[in-house]
């Protein structure tokens, strides 16, 4: 199993905090946003006296009231083409379960989510990266290439959208390319949308569920940590119409039983978030990075992509080793009694970087 990048240098994080430096922590998706009141009070509310296992799909009315979510984002799907999970990170590995077997591969355009790595390694199946450039802020590569990697192995193509580290936003014409691909070899598009409110400058989200006629082929990963600030629930759903796809996928369910109960509590009633909650904390990730983009582009030699959605940023920094780079920050330097802690990129990579 590879190392995740984002928390392999904690021991020097903890190490630094025990010298009385403050740490800011960059390296992870860990939002400071408060999680909507409502969430929270449904679980202080509540007054189950057994804490007990729900269905392996996820409670019925969770499920239900999801798909009114869905609705109201112009995804179309009922109850049953949800799955429930435990973070959308068992829902990445029960599709990758679902979909393919030990030795296939799936396509993915690099930098990634660095846990893509450890998902594939931990389900015996390789990744097909194909490189995208900061030039073009990390644009979808010509699809040509993405034909040229196709083998008889090769079962999906999984896209982040918008993307982690990238912060690239597909554009509606990339996921149409995309869908007229998978359709043509017939593999399925696995689409990670767990960024899917957070998009700026008045972009709009193109979900792979909107494309007509991608039903067998479109499966989405999706959560709810992002989206509410709710990381610790651990909740998150698979969505496919592909019913195969889906009874396989419940295999994978019942065998770890049930996603938490509590959790899917605090996350039913996360779904009453009002618009407003949505409103300031896009403003306030959008003050934030018009911040970060353009004091980084003060300092020489960087190169940066300017987020388009989600979070994150990946900066060319003018260093020999992101690496010795990110530990340095947290062994020898400090500002004002603080520094912070970043993800080096190449774990966002499959192919190897020099460093
Ligand atoms: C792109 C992406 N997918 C999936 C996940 C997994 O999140 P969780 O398991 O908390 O739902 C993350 C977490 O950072 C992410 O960035």
Redesign the pocket.
Known sequence: MPQSP?RKLVPYAEAAKKRGTKVFHLN??QPDIQTPQCALDAVKKNNLKVIEYSLSEGSETYRTKLAAYYAHNDIVVNADDIIV????????LFVFGSVMDVGDEVIIPEP??A??NGFSTASGISITPIISKIDNNFALPPIEDFEKLITTKTKAILI?NP??PTGYLYSKEEVKKLSVIVKKYDLFLIA?E??REFVYDNTKHYSILKENELDDHAII??????RYSM?GA???CIVSKNKEVMRTALKFAQARLSPPTYAQIASEAALDTPQIYFDSVIREYATRRDILIKELKKVDGIKVAKPKG?F?CIVQLPVKSADSFAQWLLEAFEYNNATIMVAPAAGFYSTPVLD
């Open positions: 984002i992870i998706g999970t435990t973070g959308g990170s068992e829902a990445l990634f989510y846990n893509y982040c993307g982690n990670d767990v960024y990963i999706d959560s709810v940590s992002k990381c651990r909740i998150g989600a994150y």
